[in-house]
């Protein structure tokens, strides 16, 4: 994308004309330099692709730079590198954002079912398909036309905040060294406030903005009875059954309501205000049509609450995979000498993932019988976040976003997690989502796709939130 001195705003225009000219004016040569980008198969979790994933690395840095970002850095990992780019504010007193996202992509090949090369980009009528084109090189690389069209329509040399990105290279992969980056790079991505943009609007009619994603603890038990296989006529209900006890452990997991029984699971959730409640309902849910999308005929969960406030404000306890003994066609009587499950726990606001793996260890030491061992080992967690209703940055986000598409935004949350825990928690700094991709994108799927439409809605959004920010934070806090 070029950069130019852009002109004068007239008498007759207004802030945000300036803003929608200038979008439209630069859609092709956003669009082609997008294109360019998704042609880098930037597959973090095929090794084969690390030299694509480096050169999509090094491909965005020098576009940043072209955009007028005075520092783009690459950073590396002992993964894959991740991007870091700087441009202050002229104002000393501006509030710094920080810009998050991740230039890897999710696998694919023709042979999976798409239409066209996934490493292709094809236009069809008013969208862009290729691997990346929504999550989420699309959704980064609208802040670069974001910031030119917040230039053009203030005729400031810089921008009205300190801004700040980063942007990974192994989201796809589980992020296994972003947080040690951040932690290793906490005095350069010092911020404000954290923008996210890999996320998603409800829909292409209901323009939203997240507030809160869930954390993750993740384990698998093992039980152990006898030594070895035993015959089950000689040695059945004489001696304990690890494949009986596992059984009756998943079957303790949750009590009749469907609420988690681990003792102190609950300890500290922020439950959901009133005003959080009547907003989740104002949302266009339609739960037979989420159930289809789900490919199930009914739902299930904590009673009490609804389907919307189960996936993205409740805690839960999920059992993702369970196995022992014979597995094979036709019979082997025996008593198993293991067994094993795997469990997920998706936490929430006040929820401590430490606090969670003490509670799971106790519960799971508690259930099991005489005769009966276990081992239990925990992955890296992900801790919850979530930004408050009444946060000036969130409010910030609303109004930029309103302005953008021109009618009332809408909150959601995700029920899903990510690495912006990690910023929220390093950074001390609240994390807002701003993202204009919507269901029928198809992240991670064959044909993924990306509506230009609202793509450059996000630009639009973008430019608006740094004049917002820059004029209004030191009055809001």
Known sequence: MSVRADRLMTMSETPDSVVRTHIDGHRAAFLDDLVEWLRIPSVSAQ???????????????????????????????????AVFAEWPSDDPQAPTVLVYGHHD??????????????FEPVVRGNRLYARGAADDKGQVFFHTLGVRAHLAATGR????????????????????????????????????????????????????????????????????????????????????????????????????????????????????????????????????????????????????????????????????GIGGGYQGPGSKTIIPASAWVKLSFRLVAGQ????????????????????????IGFLPATRPCLTPLDHPALRAVVRAMGRAFQQPVRHTRVGGSGPAADLQDVLDAPVLFLGISVPSDGWHAPNEKVELDLLLKGAETAAYLWQDLGENWRDEH
């Open 157 to 320: 040399t810089a921008p009205a905040v300190h801004l700040k990105m980063i942007v990974e290279g192994e989201e796809e992969s589980g992020s296994p060294n972003f947080r040690a980056l951040v932690e290793q790079h906490t005095d350069r991505l010092a911020a404000d406030a954290v923008v996210v943009s890999d996320t998603s609007m409800w829909s292409e009619d209901t323009p939203t903005v997240c507030t809160g994603m869930r954390g993750l603890v993740e384990c698998e038990i093992v039980l152990h009875g006898p030594e070895q296989d035993l015959h089950s006529g000689a040695f059945g209900g004489a001696v304990p059954n690890p494949a009986t006890a596992l059984a009756r452990l998943v079957a303790a997991l949750h009590d009749e309501h469907a609420r988690v029984a681990v003792p102190g699971f609950y300890d500290h959730v922020t439950e959901l205000t009133d005003r959080e409640r009547e907003l989740f309902a104002e949302l266009p849910f339609d739960e037979e049509s989420w159930l289809r999308t789900a490919h199930s005929t009914a739902t299930h969960g904590e009673a009490g609450h609804t389907t919307l406030e189960r996936v993205w404000s409740r805690p839960t306890a999920e059992v993702n």
């Open 105 to 118: 992509v999710q696998p694919a090949a023709p042979e999976d079912g798409w239409d066209s090369d996934p």
């Open 352 to 375: 401590e993932p430490d606090h969670i793996e003490d509670a799971v260890r106790a519960w799971v030491a508690g259930q099991l019988p005489a005769g009966i061992r276990h081992e």
């Open 47 to 81: 090794p084969d692709h690390a030299p694509d994933v480096r050169r999509s690395a090094d491909w965005l840095a020098a576009r940043l730079k072209e955009t007028g970002f005075p520092t783009t850095e690459v950073w590396p990992t002992p993964g894959a590198p």
